[in-house]
């Protein structure tokens, strides 16, 4: 594991242009797993994020995709100190954020806001609009009464909303307005990061659409810099700049948006995208699709060497399951974590058949 | 015959504000061995229909008619007890929520067992054969040793398989699935759909697919019916709805999706929201989110009239076969283009 980590903090380096907004390196986060009711001793760890390192620049967008479990929502809530990192430095603008106590950290957290997946759970029910929008503005102090409310009101207007509706009460909207809403108050501070967190995956597509296009035009209005996680590799793609893909709380590839989708290096990516269906009936028919067999992994008891290796179509025997991958670089910032990275895409038919072929029997 | 034939298909649902008019006129048939997609958004009454084909609306508070033979039977208007002999027997439902729709406080291989015995006359060490078969046959690892679990031993993908496995136990010649992927991870989505389409091919069922997600279509379907506020705006087989689609609702979901085939800068999006079912707007109802609305539009309800030209292919819209032939053109240029 010490290698991986040092590889990886050189390669995040490496690809870093100096202008990095935020920092991660070998950003760790364990959960324990107790026993016994009195006496708690840690039997075992939930290893949700082990050893990621990755940088975001100001003003672009880094998409996150992996699976259900696979920890991207864990290591968005580490980056924002929600929760307490086990290991690993994070540095934001410039300011190392990882042992901030919480006065310290207070000022910093206007700089970073969230936007939740579920618009009906993360608004107070109880709450007018106008409260929900203004209370960061009021728990930091930002202007008297009369300007926050104008500074709602403005803020309304500027994520599509009738700033009239200051006064209403969350059900009173339905579920894209609610996640304009949501957009509205993570901007409310003026903040210079917002992670997303599967902002549209309880949407339907042409709302899903309309949050979309907010969010890229918010971003050249006001210079943002986002963290989008989702699974849906499609809005990933439209929307990121660059792309992390993560596997059971590894950072397997992480590529520009144009390099991933064109030639992706992970056999994982490559499955994800093989995946994803594509509304063309002809082009489908056409597609051969790499079905990965099985679920992922339990975090707390992963497989040995790369994690990845009992789902894998390239798995070799007597390598992957002895020896950690490090992450290998491919040029111009694209790294994966693989023995055996994939040489082209999409893949021919005859590679098609030595990946079934290389697996006989593979449950 | 067609196995299923839905013809002019009304649900209206009496609540404390008035009468919701939750499917209002559906029209459609299912072929044997055939899939047929329902695609819209939340609220279009794509789920309403299928729970009053399998007649699981709330008896109080539905009004229901119109007709739904299948294999020249009428589900509707038959008794609740032939209903219960042919539903999970000759037609079986996959609900979206593998979490709520297994119990969670029996083992998984109880509930299947329960499946066959009521439909079948085998005896318990029979039903456990065929339950385990099932297991086995949508993917299940060690299904002799997993039958035995409770639903909260399984993932969501291993649960909705076991939900899959349950629809399939009595060879069912019609399987309704409600959004089946939409909990789950492309990974499994990619499982599961493969796994229904080689059931498919296996026993010859048809299949409705209830999706929202217009490339689960593509990959599924053979037939697409797209419906809006209740009532079907086009259909068509899922070759002429990708490549010639004639109602602009149908043009706006397809331009609203973000794709890996193709690199739009800026997503169509479709203005405001679906109109409530309550007080649909009068004439067309997609005419108050219409970019091409013309004063017809706002007095005058389209007919679902055919296309010219091409067989089978029904559309509601005003907008001359000219103008659509354009716009449809000009879209599919924007997303294709890349795509070749």
Request: aromatic share 6%; glycine share 8%.
């Amino acid at each position: 594991m010490a290698t991986t980590a040092q590889t990886t903090t050189r390669a995040g380096g490496s690809g870093a242009s100096g202008d990095e907004l935020l920092l991660v390196e070998d950003l760790t986060k364990h959960f324990p797993v107790t026993q016994g009711i009195i006496f708690q001793k840690q039997v075992a760890a939930v290893k949700a994020v082990d050893g990621v390192s990755f940088h975001v620049e100001r003003g672009e967008t880094l998409g996150v995709v992996g699976e259900s479990g696979c920890g991207k929502s864990t290591m968005a809530r580490c980056v924002m100190r929600l929760l307490e990192p086990t290991g690993g430095r994070i540095v934001f603008d410039g300011r190392d954020i990882t042992k901030l106590d919480r006065s310290r950290m207070r000022p910093i957290r206007r700089e970073m806001m969230m936007i939740f997946q579920d618009p009906y759970a993360s608004l107070n029910p109880r709450k007018r609009v106008g409260f929900i929008v203004a209370e960061a503005l009021e728990v930091h102090k930002l202007g008297t009464a009369a300007e926050i409310k104008r500074r709602v009101q403005e803020l309304l207007e500027v994520v599509g909303l009738n700033p009239e509706h200051y006064n209403r009460f969350p059900h009173e909207f339905s579920g894209g307005q609610r996640q304009r809403i949501g957009v509205a108050r993570a901007l409310a501070v003026n903040p210079k990061l917002i992670v997303c967190d599967e902002p549209v995956s309880a949407l339907d597509v042409s709302v899903q659409a309309q949050i979309l296009n907010l969010l890229k035009d918010l971003q050249k209005d006001f210079g943002l810099t986002y963290i989008f996680i989702a699974h849906d590799l499609n809005v990933v793609r439209h929307i990121s700049d660059r792309v992390m893909v993560m596997y059971l709380g590894h950072a397997v590839e992480v590529a520009t948006r144009e390099q991933l989708y064109a030639e992706p290096k992970h056999p994982y990516t490559g499955a994800l995208l093989s995946a994803v269906p594509i509304p063309n009936p002809a082009l489908g028919r056409e597609r051969k699709v790499v079905v990965l067999e099985g679920d992922v992994p339990s975090p707390v008891n992963p497989p040995s060497a790369c994690w990845f290796h009992p789902r894998c179509p390239r798995f070799r025997e007597g390598h992957c399951d002895v020896e950690t991958p490090s992450l290998y670089s491919f040029g111009d910032g694209h790294t994966a974590a693989c023995h055996y990275p994939l040489e082209g895409w999409p893949l021919t038919a005859e590679e098609m058949a030595r990946r079934d072929g290389a697996r006989p029997g593979s449950q | 015959m067609a196995l299923l034939e839905v013809n002019d298909l009304r649900t209206h649902f009496r609540t404390d504000d008035g009468i919701v008019k939750a499917v209002d006129g559906v029209n459609f048939t299912v072929e044997k061995g055939q899939t047929l997609g329902i695609v819209g958004e939340s609220g279009c009454g794509k789920s309403v229909t299928c729970l009053t084909i399998m007649g699981l609306n709330p008896k109080r508070t539905s009004i229901i008619s119109g007709e739904a033979l299948f294999k020249g039977e009428d589900l509707l208007s038959m008794s609740q007890r032939r209903l219960r002999e042919i539903r999970g027997d000759d037609i079986a439902m996959i609900f979206q929520d593998p979490m709520t729709s297994l119990n969670p406080v029996h083992k998984i291989g109880k509930q299947l067992v329960e499946a066959v015995m009521l439909h079948r006359d085998v005896t318990k060490a029979g039903a456990r054969a065929r339950a385990v078969d099932l297991l086995r046959a949508v993917g299940i690892p060690r299904p002799e040793r997993r039958f035995d679990d409770y639903p909260h031993q399984f993932s969501g993908g291993m649960r909705q398989r076991v939900m899959i496995a349950m629809a399939l136990i009595n060879d069912p010649d019609l399987l309704i699935a409600d959004e089946p992927t939409t909990a789950v991870d492309v990974t499994t989505q990619a499982q599961i759909l493969r796994l229904m389409k080689q059931l498919q091919r296996e026993f010859g069922s048809a299949i409705v697919m209830i999706t929202h997600d217009l490339g689960v279509v593509a990959e599924t379907a053979d037939d697409v019916i797209v419906m809006y506020a209740s009532k079907v705006v086009e259909r068509a087989t899922v070759d002429e709805i990708f490549s010639r689609p004639r109602m602009p609702y149908t043009w706006g979901l397809l331009g609203s999706l973000p794709r890996l085939d193709a690199d739009v800068d800026r997503l169509v999006q479709i203005a405001g929201q679906p109109p409530s079912l309550l007080t649909p707007p009068n004439g067309c109802r997609f005419h108050p989110r219409c970019p091409y609305v013309m004063n017809i539009c706002r007095t005058e309800e389209p007919r679902l009239a055919p296309v010219p030209g091409a067989d089978g292919h029904l559309q509601r819209c005003h907008l001359d076969e000219e103008t659509k032939q354009r716009e449809a053109a000009k879209l599919l240029a924007a997303t294709l283009a890349d795509a070749s």
